[in-house]
């Protein structure tokens, strides 16, 4: 099956009425989630995937994608009204959308970053569609040690290239490989790191540690937000859509943020926080009028805007082709797939074809449901911002807590989750990211077995990392991605210190 009987395959499978049905609820929470400040799609994701117990892994996953790509969309609704981005992503879009929206534009500042969204998601899994089968297929050609190799180059990358601190991604990523290791060793059946703890046995809870570490922590940060009064709405009013003039601005940024999304998912670790930085510098270095950024350039929210969503696509190469997460998202839903019993990786088109082209047919249509939403709905949806917080604290943490329990019916977890809970408040406060956290936790028990596997056929000789040229080439990849993380924090910044703070967050 090429690229395009798969995209049609896969259509068929969207199409059947109970996945239209949980793709279009998917996206609508993914959009209801994104007007939270805060919360996120990693966060919103793990908060909803109990939910998911007992139905088709398919349509489950096509529910949770749609959050995924719902929470990229509707992140712009915050940052133009509220001034605060709805997740870390939407962050550039906030230097742009609220000055426009103080200036009576926010109905259609909304709309430019909606079919900004549309465009940008559509070209997106049109690239996804035709470039994760090839990689696909040449990871078949990977034994132990090139794995081993690929997830070790993953995990740098991620660890050095989120926030602005090495050591911090270090320290995080250590923590999670750390988590990973906790629990009875696969091979001697020896207990490892359980601290007498007969519900560690059965490893670390990915879906406790996950809810913890985000959702519950992220409350924190709403707390805080309310009490410090630091949330002013602007509310919408006056004409909805654009002006000839603003799409003649927006339409050449919304394709080069697209470009530029795609590239930064493709590339591990990467995000989408840096994607829409990438664009926003992108849009202001190629504007004739590079001192209106700032102050109410429609292109400074076009170009953001379309690289986050075109982003959450590339973020998909990696997941789908070689079972690597691509962002904190897909690590949340990577765990998501193996909860299920599936394995992502270059087996999932030959063994599940039925999920992997209608996961992605899924998104096109998704992105079809998101602009029929978003446009007329917009500001329908913004009144979630209108709830009184306290209310919200109550449904997060009631989600949070049942779900959290419901998984083993097992008290333990819930104290567990808090744990992951006054962590995850730790790391905000220290500015420590917790993207790498989750990478290590689901990457530890691949990469340790990979290395096992390969010094078993090499009979204990580390050279079966180098012997192989691809193995030997990813691990320069690996030394490579620490150095020019290196050479770059030499470097002077080239963002507003809150952006670089929120892209921590991602």
């Known amino acids: 099956m090429d690229s395009l009987d798969g995209i049609l395959h896969g259509l068929a499978v969207a199409g059947q009425p109970v996945n239209l049905l949980y793709t279009l609820l998917g996206v609508f929470i993914g959009t209801m989630i994104s007007h939270l400040p805060g919360i996120g799609p ?20 096509m529910m949770l994608a749609g959050i995924y790509y719902g929470c990229m969309y509707g992140g712009a609704v915050t940052a133009i009204l509220l001034n605060t981005p709805g997740d ?17 534009r926010a109905g259609a500042t909304l709309a430019i970053a909606a079919v900004s969204s549309f465009i940008a998601g559509t070209m997106g899994v049109t690239a996804l569609a035709f470039i994760a089968m090839p990689l696909a297929t040449l990871a078949l050609h990977f034994g132990p040690a090139e794995y081993f190799a690929l997830m070790l180059f993953a995990l740098t990358t991620v660890s050095a290239l989120t926030g602005d601190s090495i050591a911090k991604g270090m320290i995080a990523c250590l923590v999670g490989l750390a988590l990973a290791t906790v629990g009875i060793d696969l091979q001697s059946g020896t207990v490892r790191f359980t601290m007498g703890f007969v519900e560690l ?13 985000f959702a519950i922590a992220e409350v924190s940060r709403m707390v805080e937000g309310t009490l410090e009064g630091t949330m002013h709405t602007v509310r919408i009013k006056g004409r909805l859509w654009f002006t000839p003039e603003e799409w003649r601005l927006a339409w050449p940024a919304i394709f080069r943020g697209s470009a530029v999304g795609f590239f930064c998912g493709a590339a ?81 088109f030959k063994t599940h074809p039925d999920l992997v082209w209608g996961l992605i047919a899924s998104m096109y249509v998704g992105n079809v449901m998101l602009l029929v939403l978003n446009l007329p709905l917009v500001g329908v949806f913004a009144r979630v911002l209108y709830v009184p917080p306290a209310i919200l604290l109550v449904i997060i943490l009631g989600i949070a807590s049942a779900g959290v329990f419901s998984f083993n019916t097992n008290t333990f977890d819930l104290y567990l989750a808090l744990f992951f ?46 012997k192989s040229p691809i193995a030997a080439f990813l691990l320069l990849c690996a030394i490579g991605s620490v150095v020019a993380s290196l050479w770059t924090k030499r470097k002077p910044p080239v963002v507003t210190a809150p952006a670089a703070a929120m892209a921590q967050e991602e």
């Open 268 to 348: 591990p670790g990467l995000g989408g926080t840096i994607a829409a930085m990438l664009a926003y510098i992108t849009e202001k270095k190629v504007s004739k009028h590079p001192e209106r950024f700032g102050h109410g350039a429609i292109e400074g929210v076009a170009g953001p805007e379309a690289a986050t969503n075109a982003d959450t696509c590339g973020a998909f190469v990696h997941l789908l082709a070689l079972g690597i997460p691509g962002s904190g998202a897909t690590a949340v839903i990577m765990g998501a797939f193996i909860m299920y019993g599936i394995q992502p990786g270059p087996m999932l």
């Open 201 to 213: 046995q059965d490893r670390v809870s990915f879906l406790v540690v996950v809810v913890g570490l």
């Open 421 to 466: 809970g006054a962590l995850g408040y730790g790391f905000r406060k220290l500015d420590i990211p917790k993207a790498p956290l989750i990478f290590g936790l689901i990457l530890g028990g691949m990469l340790e077995q990979s290395f096992r596997q390969a010094m078993t056929i090499s009979g204990a000789n580390p050279i079966i990392f180098v």
């Open 88 to 104: 870390a992503a939407a962050v550039m879009t906030v230097l742009d959308g609220y000055p426009l929206a103080r200036k009576g």
């Open 42 to 61: 990693s966060a919103g994701i793990a908060l909803l995937i109990p939910v998911t117990f007992g139905m088709d892994p398919p349509t489950a996953l």
